[in-house]
């Protein structure tokens, strides 16, 4: 089952889904390949591949992803290989994409495997507060920029099977963890 978790920058997808992986034992993430350069304290392989960018162009000819999008000059993408491999586990895979690559990976896969999509929502002031204490010094520009994709990201909602306020990550968790284990059951 794939659990596709999306929401604006800073609406705590990878917050959530580190806790969805601690607590429970047949949820695992599915890390991206991404050409962005790794931030501190980030593990490849744990929640992104890093690959340069001509890799990743080499990649897409290749026909190895199912979905790939460009974000903030940066690519990312879901690899056939990696997601096929997981589904055939068993497992649980929680991974964090946008709208748009939500709807590419419905249309792809939804008759082959079971999705459950969920979407974290987030107020505009609390989103803009986050992104300014996300780093000690905040690029106004970067900002701007995520906050603009905010009004189009929340116009899509309705392409999703749940929708959450995340502004209390305790209860927001254990409602996924609820959700999780109701699809799941369903499906086994």
């Given at each position: 089952?794939?659990?596709i978790l999306?929401?604006?920058?800073g609406?705590?997808?990878?917050?959530?889904k580190k806790e969805?992986i601690k607590?429970?034992e047949?949820?695992?993430?599915?890390?991206?390949?991404?050409s962005?350069?790794m931030?501190d304290g980030?593990?490849?392989?744990?929640?992104?591949h890093?690959?340069?960018?001509?890799?990743?162009?080499e990649?897409?000819?290749?026909?190895?992803f199912?979905?790939?999008?460009?974000?903030?000059?940066?690519?990312y993408?879901t690899?056939?290989?990696?997601?096929?491999d997981?589904?055939k586990?068993?497992?649980?895979?929680?991974k964090d994409?946008d709208?748009?690559?939500?709807?590419?990976?419905v249309n792809?896969l939804?008759?082959?495997?079971k999705?459950?999509?969920?979407?974290?929502?987030?107020p505009?002031e609390?989103?803009?507060?986050?992104?300014?204490?996300r780093?000690?010094?905040?690029?106004?520009?970067?900002?701007?920029?995520?906050?603009n994709?905010?009004?189009y990201e929340?116009s899509?909602i309705?392409?999703y099977d749940?929708?959450?306020?995340?502004n209390?990550?305790?209860?927001?968790v254990?409602?996924?963890?609820t959700?999780l284990?109701?699809?799941?059951?369903m499906t086994?």
């Amino acid at each position: 089952m794939l659990v596709i978790l999306s929401g604006v920058a800073g609406a705590g997808k990878d917050t959530i889904k580190k806790e969805l992986i601690k607590r429970m034992e047949n949820v695992e993430s599915m890390p991206s390949y991404t050409s962005r350069p790794m931030r501190d304290g980030e593990v490849n392989g744990e929640i992104y591949h890093f690959v340069t960018k001509e890799q990743f162009e080499e990649m897409i000819r290749n026909d190895e992803f199912y979905e790939y999008d460009i974000h903030h000059n940066n690519y990312y993408g879901t690899s056939k290989k990696v997601l096929n491999d997981k589904i055939k586990d068993g497992k649980i895979i929680v991974k964090d994409i946008d709208v748009n690559g939500t709807q590419d990976l419905v249309n792809l896969l939804g008759r082959e495997i079971k999705i459950v999509t969920i979407f974290l929502r987030v107020p505009k002031e609390e989103l803009k507060r986050r992104l300014e204490e996300r780093t000690e010094n905040p690029n106004p520009e970067d900002i701007t920029l995520r906050l603009n994709r905010f009004d189009y990201e929340e116009s899509k909602i309705s392409l999703y099977d749940y929708v959450l306020k995340n502004n209390d990550l305790e209860k927001t968790v254990q409602i996924i963890m609820t959700i999780l284990e109701n699809e799941y059951n369903m499906t086994h």
